[in-house]
């Protein structure tokens, strides 16, 4: 089934809060101007304020929908100078949103920017235009338009792709036998990710059979690298490559974020060992 | 594009939380009605119990979107002898919910109730008659039916509109140089909004390039009248107009709620002061 | 209104948190598979790893909706060697998820299983195979194929039914005078929901009108029996019959569990009193 343009969807993503009146008003404002489109929302529990970490979530999350219009909205500088953009990308989906590095950070998930537009034509945006609420009255309503057929090159002029804020990159440092990084997210579950991909370890030649001392300010832990939950023991702290092939920190069915203290942003060494731990 | 009614909308309001079983049941109470009437989800994080927060959330929110029929639950009230009501406001909204002061606080800025109805009709409504749950089954199943045609007149017998609990108002007293009012909400991100508009203080006079002198309890601060948050130095205090009119007092990427420990319903007394902090 | 296939809806819960980008990347997963497929998410709120509860909830929220595909998803032995499986209903619903119970239990409320298979065809789920997310790459891609017609029978081998995880039970323990049972859940309202239904009460001859003695670790109370929480003057402990029939402990807006100190899995005991309190 291809979806025609009565199947068209909007993906919106935002630190607004669950079920927050923000996102019912941005929905209500969408569906007023296209009231076929559906709209599918991919979070908005993001951590306010937190444009790096909403990155790489939503980095992650993209890849999973067809090529979609998305507003996606972390925008601390709403309101300042930032721009209001839309960016096409390769694989043709087309972001709505601040010009603060989330664009340009998804975008890469997606074969990168191609094409980019400033938004500033007055008559796809609400007549109500505050400071403090671009998702209402620029963002939603643009890409409601962008759902019924508005080409991208109408919503305002052309901007220079190396003038957008630039992408952000996940800090790790991997060495022969050391990796220093940092913890970007806590889940609901407790398990703490870490700014370091399975991936990026197999080709540092770190073999997946290790296991690593964690230390994290105080606290010292032997993680071991296991492919489920239930592969540990109680109490015994796992090293697991997460579904989008980030390395976390877990414990089977408890929170390893609280036994290690780790907040979002914690500081992370992990040393290989031998598997010296019984 | 005009919604035809096979794209018929109800609009859904309540305190049972975000992604609650109880907001998934009324979902599907609905769609079981209404297979072809589309959801959108206003805000489920109302306050619970607290009817005046929800009914100034909701009046702001309500003309973003179409005219629609609409489900608006905060009822600490439910199966006491208070009634649930349908109404039919100017604009062609219909609200279903409680008769506590909510529907018509929210029908002040749709115009005003132009016809009630009690829901008493029962083929309209669920066979599990709980006296619990009314969204389940009274709101949301007489909702669904009108989304399929149902005349409001068919849900139950017309009442007089003055009979109807009467709309809540703002606590607030403006004087020249002095504003007594209240905090209504406390949102995400730590803003505090005030049951004050910009618009009231215009009115009244009052210049909006004044700085106040903020009092809640025993904390006191100065606070500067700015049009972003990005206008705010580390650690200032700011009153800031919000999207839908009010003054908030807010901090540059921090909770100015938790700065002045305010939490809904607060007292907050706001005093002029020629610009004199520094 | 009959949905045609351009109607079907997929029910959705899970333990992932309310708008997580886990429940957002399963909607833009099922809506890449079948664009014209409705979801309609019962809850995203069950509490983390505990599939008993989530069974108790759901149980009681699927006879709300028309017979459906629904993705039920509490899983904390997700990677392990349990199975991924569909279940036919008798009501004609099909439900898919982890064989731990959950499908199992809520398929006694729907008329019980008469048909189950395990989820083994790689044509029909994501190509990213992960050990951790299985609602992403097994549970929403099947049941998008379902939604748009691909036969049960084809998801992978039958399944002897009684191979399956048995259905939970509630524990309650019904004598004359006396009930033990727990809480099963505290509500946003802070209700405490028992393990026992009024019905369950009324078959053991314990008429509604009586009061109990109620016992949970070191505290007590008593707690009248009343049809709305209205009935209840302030401070004073009610036991009222919810909307699904389990009886719950309940103050008159404020939080029951909160003033007995009880969470989800407080044993309590309630003995009949001849109505002494005053």
């Known amino acids: 089934v291809k979806p025609g343009p009565q199947h068209q969807a909007i993906l919106f993503a935002s630190d607004f809060g669950p079920s927050s009146e923000w996102v019912g008003t941005c929905h209500a404002v969408i569906a007023r101007i296209a009231p076929t489109t559906r709209i599918i929302d991919l ?3 993001l951590v306010p304020f937190d444009v790096t970490l909403a990155a790489l979530v939503l980095h992650d999350v993209m890849p999973f929908a067809s090529p979609s219009i998305a507003v996606l909205v972390v925008d601390p500088g709403v309101g300042s100078a930032r721009r ?27 074969g990168g920017v191609v094409e980019a537009h400033e938004l500033t034509d007055l008559q796809y945006q609400n007549s109500t235009h505050s400071s403090t609420f671009h998702a209402r ?7 409601a338009h962008l759902s019924l057929g508005l ?3 109408d919503v305002g002029p052309e901007l220079d792709i190396d003038s957008l804020t630039a992408p952000f990159q996940p800090r790790v440092a991997i060495t022969r036998d050391q990796v220093a990084c940092e913890v970007t997210n806590v889940d609901r579950f407790g398990n703490a990710r870490l700014s ?17 001392k964690v ?13 489920t939950y239930h592969d540990l023991g109680k109490d015994e702290v796992g090293l697991i490559e997460d579904s989008f092939g980030w390395l976390c920190l877990v414990l089977n069915q408890a929170a390893a974020a609280q036994r290690l203290d780790l907040q979002p942003g914690s500081r992370i060494d992990l040393e290989r060992v031998q598997c010296s731990f019984n």
């Open 151 to 153: 080409a991208l090159k």
């Open 196 to 212: 370091v991909t399975n991936d990026a370890l197999h080709r540092a030649g770190i073999e997946t059979q290790d296991a690593f």
């Open 43 to 45: 979070t908005h529990a």
């Open 215 to 227: 230390s994290s300010g105080e606290k010292t832990e032997i993680a071991r690298r296991v492919k």
């Open 137 to 143: 009255d620029i963002f939603c309503p643009v890409a």
């Open 84 to 110: 209001a953009i839309a960016v096409r990308c390769a694989r043709g989906d087309v972001l709505v949103g601040p010009d603060n590095g989330l664009l340009t950070s998804v975008a890469t998930a997606l």
